[in-house]
């Protein structure tokens, strides 16, 4: 038998500006929004000797569990995006989040993007009439990935068999986790060939600080894993994406893409690994 009550109420405003000056586009917004997640939930387990066994009484290993969690998250952001003739491209978020998951002291985390691009194609003195496009681009932005519910609190398992129960330690409450930091910087070039032609390189380097992972603890405290922040991991990723326009008529197109991608991931420190191993 289970019976499962699950709410969840979302909350958004956002202010906006859109403005032109001389040949600049300016796009501008502050937002803010929230959630609150309800999740309350009962379950009883149990053998019966008869099927359909409405009396309580008779069910044999009982096993009973209950969940009440209520969770919250509020974020703040604002952005700002320039651009020139669709020359030039700018564009940052800086964003604020805190979250009911995480203990007082790392509750709130703050966090951004910024991206640029220049149409060099665009430039007057740009020599190569045939390359109709030529773009560099870059970006770098951060996020904090929040630990689960349960981390910060100890966590016992009930056992019912027969007719004995049993609670056992699981997890150790960490009372000072806090999200992992994730990095991620991205190199690009885009180009194009007559409009028929296009090329797009792609370089992303991904690094993630304080990884949220179980860890194992000394046997004295009784329990079994402690979610704790362990290591760094880095990751590369090179990208190529060739496109072509065979052909291109009123009811007739053929085109081709080609995609290659080769991603690698090492972790650069972990604390149970010797200095000479790191990276390794």
Request: glycine share 8%.
């Amino acid at each position: 038998i289970a019976q499962t009550l699950n709410e969840q109420y979302n909350g958004r405003g956002t202010i906006g500006l859109l403005a032109g000056l001389g040949g600049w586009t300016i796009r501008a917004n502050v937002a803010s929004g929230g959630t609150l997640q309800k999740n309350n939930a009962i379950e009883i387990i149990g053998d019966t000797l008869t099927q359909n066994q409405p009396d309580f009484n008779l069910i044999r290993r009982t096993q009973v569990g209950s969940t009440i969690r209520d969770t919250r998250n509020i974020d703040y952001s604002t952005n700002i995006a320039l651009d020139f003739n669709q020359k030039y491209v700018v564009d940052m978020v800086y964003r604020s989040d805190g979250s009911s998951q995480l203990p007082p002291e790392t509750r709130w985390s703050s966090n951004g993007r910024a991206s640029a691009a220049w149409a060099i194609s665009e430039e007057p003195w740009w020599p190569f009439a045939d390359f109709t496009l030529f773009k560099p681009r870059y970006s770098i932005g951060t996020a904090g990935n929040n630990p689960s519910f349960q981390a910060r609190y100890e966590l016992y398992n009930q056992n019912t068999g027969t007719g004995v129960t049993r609670i056992s330690k699981s997890n150790l409450g960490n009372d000072q986790i806090q999200p992992e930091q994730v990095t991620e910087q991205e190199f690009g070039l885009d180009m194009a060939f007559r409009n028929r032609f296009s090329l797009s390189l792609t370089y992303v380097r991904n690094t993630v600080k304080d990884q949220i992972r179980p860890d194992t603890i000394l046997a004295y405290t009784g329990f079994d894993t402690q979610q704790s922040n362990l290591g760094d991991l880095q990751g590369d990723t090179y990208e190529a994406t060739f496109e072509a326009q065979w052909i291109q008529k009123r009811n007739v197109r053929w085109s081709s893409t080609l995609v290659l991608d080769r991603s690698r991931q090492k972790i650069t420190n972990y604390p149970r690994l010797c200095d000479d191993n790191v990276g390794n």
